[in-house]
């Protein structure tokens, strides 16, 4: 039974928070997960979360680049990561904004389009978080994802567009 299915069928209140749903009943509850920052281009600094294995377990994982809304690489995002983690995957957020993140939404509008203005840089970014991914040992290459929300979501697109030399296997 996956996450979803198993709060469906705990109760008739459905659980809106990410953080809650991930500690609901289900087996992906029960893994360990191991994470960190990573710095990965010109000083930015991404999260790496991805379930701790046997160490006899030599098969490799599916990849995906997580991109963030207009706020930034927040806890939220990161609770996004460890619940996709939780799934089987190695999940990598990537950081836009260089460390910042937005505290309301004029800032974030500013943020937007600062990258917005720099879209190469953007795209030279993230084509660096699948590099770091694709370097991984416990990572299969030919199943590298990406996927974002909102602002994200345009971005991982824009990654897809322009991977050419190193095809995703599917965008969200």
């Not at 994982?61 to 995906?64: F, G, K, S």
């Not at 978080?129 to 996927?147: E, G, M, N, Q, T």
């Given at each position: 039974m996956n996450l979803v299915q198993a709060q469906l069928n705990s109760s008739d209140d459905p659980i809106r928070n990410v953080t809650a749903l991930s500690n609901s009943t289900g087996n992906a509850t029960e893994v360990e997960l191991q994470n960190s920052t990573v710095s990965y281009f010109e000083g930015a600094k991404g999260y790496l979360v991805f379930p701790v294995r046997q160490e006899n377990n030599a098969s490799k994982?599916?990849?995906?680049i997580m991109i963030h809304e207009w706020w930034g690489l927040n806890n939220h995002i990161k609770d996004m990561a460890n619940l996709l983690a939780k799934e089987g995957y190695v999940v990598f957020a990537a950081d836009l904004y260089d460390g910042k993140v937005a505290a309301d939404p004029n800032e974030a509008g500013n943020l937007v389009q600062s990258v917005r203005a720099n879209q190469e840089n953007a795209i030279t970014n993230l084509k660096a978080?699948?590099?770091?991914?694709?370097?991984?040992?416990?990572?299969?290459?030919?199943?590298?994802?990406?996927?974002g929300w909102c602002f994200g979501g345009g971005q991982s697109l824009q990654l897809a567009l322009n991977s050419q030399d190193q095809p995703l296997a599917a965008t969200i």
């Open positions: 994982l599916p990849a995906v978080a699948v590099k770091y991914v694709s370097s991984l040992p416990i990572v299969d290459k030919s199943k590298i994802a990406s996927i």
